[in-house]
């Protein structure tokens, strides 16, 4: 099978293919976005959820990141993907194509999304707590991007990537 490079559409990057927690993904080794089928972005979520509670406090209010704006082309077609926010909420815009029912994240938004995603989770296990969450103290976007990396790093097969 011929293995096609593509650029990443937000770095002169090229990408790099491989798999991330057992998913098909592109990665590139500079920025560190990620392009996933959209089709395994919540299986995805799960797995790095669970990775990233082991570190980060659940409770806390995730601060939402600056937009890095839409109008990313996609590295696979070519068509300029939807910007959207994820789960219904402002605080991460994601971009996806309907074309190649792909999804681009960054870096960070790939991070906050999981931590968003445990969250839920964690919520949803422990009802009570959500209302105190309000006053929460707010996480540290640094801390979320360091553990969402390792949770890439972890989950990630194709051998010295990054
Ligand atoms: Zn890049
Ligand atoms: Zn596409």
Redesign the pocket.
């Known amino acids: 099978m011929e293995t096609k490079s593509f650029e990443c559409p937000r770095c002169d990057g090229v990408l790099k293919e491989g798999k991330l927690h057992a998913i098909d993904a592109h990665l590139c080794p500079q920025c560190k976005g990620i392009l996933v089928p959209q089709r395994d972005l919540r299986r995805l979520l799960d797995k790095m959820a669970e990775e990233m509670s082991k570190t980060l406090s659940l409770d806390d209010t995730i601060e939402a990141i600056p937009d890095r704006g839409g109008g990313v082309s996609?590295p696979?077609?070519g068509?300029t993907m939807d910007n959207y926010g994820y789960m219904g909420c402002n605080q991460v815009k994601i971009d996806s194509?309907f074309?190649?029912s792909?999804v681009w994240l960054d870096a960070q938004e790939l991070g906050i999304m999981a931590c968003l995603y445990a969250r839920t989770k964690h919520h949803q296990e422990t009802a009570a707590k959500a209302a105190e969450a309000r006053s929460a103290p707010i996480v540290d976007v640094a801390i979320v991007t360091q553990a969402a990396e390792r949770a890439v790093l972890q989950g990630w097969s194709v051998g010295r990537l990054l």
């Open positions: 996609c696979l077609c068509q194509c074309r190649c792909a």
